[in-house]
């Protein structure tokens, strides 16, 4: 279980604040639904455009948002460049996430405990 210490807490909370700001957006939650649901496996800046009826410059504000929070990686193949789950990353954040929503919950059960 992770343990929780001054340091390393805000800095992990830093970083999960900023992946929680990057997923609130419904462009942007859109876009992760369809790259984790496999109905696409990388995206450019054009596709995306086109998918979610958004401006070019638009499309790549999002995804320089996703890929500043480390949940998409980049990679230039040809005239373009394409957008994929950063694995590693996510792995991270999804352990952070859980964590969180752990300890919120056992609070919540204690809490209900003493209420009784």
Same mark, same amino acid.
């Given at each position: ?17 900023? #992946? ?19 109905? #696409?496996?990388?995206?450019? #800046? ?26 998409? #990686? ?43």
């Amino acid at each position: 279980m992770m343990r929780i210490n001054s340091k390393s807490t805000l800095e992990s909370t830093d970083e999960l604040e900023e #992946v929680l700001k990057a997923l609130a957006n419904v462009n942007r939650l859109i876009l992760i639904y369809s790259l984790a649901s496999g109905e #696409v496996e990388k995206i450019s #800046v054009t596709e995306m455009s086109q998918k979610m009826g958004i401006t070019q410059p638009a499309a790549s504000q999002h995804l320089k948002i996703l890929k500043n929070a480390e949940i998409l #990686v980049s990679k230039k193949e040809g005239n373009y460049m394409y957008y994929r789950f950063n694995r590693r990353s996510m792995e991270k954040h999804q352990r952070r996430i859980d964590f969180l929503f752990t300890c919120a919950f056992s609070k919540c059960k204690q809490l209900e405990k003493q209420e009784k």
